[in-house]
């Protein structure tokens, strides 16, 4: 693959599942999601030195799969909460991680852009 090149991928699959990009490659996520309908799933940013990981959307029993990042805001005593699709940018240091398994006829989705080798 080179830089320019937009690639889709439908492999995480299982509960820890990751992509990550190449040594010196960067990526931009251009859109993901989960299955609308699996619950208690969600997908991460994970620091690959430790596993560190921060959610992109809820996770819990009740909770539905999600298409994008769900972006905050707390101002005001309250919290509201949108999905929104904008653009992650990942390294070698940086992956994508499922968390939860999806299960069933459910799917995963990433679509990304090489942006540097």
């Known amino acids: 693959m080179a830089v320019g090149d937009i690639k889709v991928d439908t492999t995480l699959d299982t509960d820890g599942d990751t ?20 619950t208690n799933i969600s997908l991460q940013i994970s620091r690959v030195s430790d596993g560190n990981d921060m959610r992109l959307s809820q996770k819990g029993g009740s909770d539905n799969g999600s298409w994008a990042v769900l972006l905050g805001n707390l101002g005001a005593g309250t919290i509201q909460m949108s999905n929104q699709q ?9 992956a994508l991680r499922l968390s939860g398994t999806p299960g069933g006829s459910h799917l995963t989705y990433a679509s990304y852009v090489i942006v540097d080798e």
């Open 19 to 38: 992509i990550t990009p190449g040594a010196g490659v960067v990526w931009k996520i251009l859109s993901c999601g989960t299955s609308i309908e699996a």
């Open 86 to 94: 904008i653009p992650l940018i990942l390294d070698d240091t940086v």
